[in-house]
């Protein structure tokens, strides 16, 4: 099973689901990448991840681009930005999904509070995610 997920910048919500797909079953094929990625996967999203055992620090932003010949079982957006923007894929997709969240690196406030919105939104890619595997991956049925 290939999955590609996509964002903008490829620095929180894709890499945490990648991170929470690969933890839910390693022998998946997952990729993560943004079409206009960052420099380095956000720190809050690494801190986050950490709390619940899932090492993401290793994870580097990639461009779409190098992805698009590719052929993948599933390509998922995470963000509005990438779903209207998402590029033309040359290779063979069979399904592509949205879901969305909300993107917690434009978080404001106390130290805290940001990474309450952090906390916030990777529970409800785990939650998100942990539906899409079930139902799509586990199951069997695409």
Same mark, same amino acid.
């Given at each position: @099973?290939?999955?590609? =997920? #996509?964002?903008?910048?490829?620095?929180?919500?894709?890499? @945490?689901?990648?991170?929470? #797909?690969?933890?839910?079953?390693?022998? #998946? !094929?997952?990729?993560?990448?943004?079409?206009?990625?960052?420099?380095?996967?956000?720190?809050?999203? =690494?801190?986050? @991840?950490?709390? /619940?055992?899932?090492?993401?620090?290793?994870?580097?932003?990639?461009?779409?681009?190098?992805?698009?010949?590719?052929?993948?079982?599933?390509? &998922?957006?995470?963000?509005?930005?990438?779903?209207?923007?998402?590029? &033309?894929?040359?290779?063979?997709?069979? !399904?592509? #999904?949205? =879901?969305?969240?909300?993107?917690?690196?434009?978080?404001?406030?106390?130290?805290?509070? =940001?990474?309450?919105?952090?906390?916030? &939104?990777?529970?409800?890619?785990?939650?998100?995610?942990?539906?899409? !595997? /079930?139902?799509?991956?586990?199951?069997?049925?695409?």
């Amino acid at each position: @099973m290939r999955i590609l =997920i #996509l964002c903008t910048g490829n620095s929180c919500r894709s890499q @945490m689901a990648e991170g929470f #797909l690969k933890h839910f079953d390693e022998r #998946l !094929y997952v990729r993560s990448a943004g079409t206009n990625p960052s420099e380095q996967i956000h720190p809050k999203a =690494i801190r986050v @991840m950490a709390e /619940l055992g899932i090492d993401i620090s290793e994870g580097r932003p990639e461009k779409v681009d190098q992805y698009q010949n590719d052929e993948w079982d599933y390509v &998922v957006t995470v963000c509005d930005n990438a779903k209207e923007t998402c590029p &033309v894929f040359f290779g063979k997709v069979k !399904y592509q #999904l949205h =879901i969305g969240f909300e993107d917690p690196a434009e978080a404001t406030g106390t130290e805290e509070e =940001i990474l309450e919105v952090f906390r916030r &939104v990777r529970d409800e890619i785990n939650r998100d995610f942990s539906d899409f !595997y /079930l139902k799509h991956i586990k199951s069997g049925k695409e």
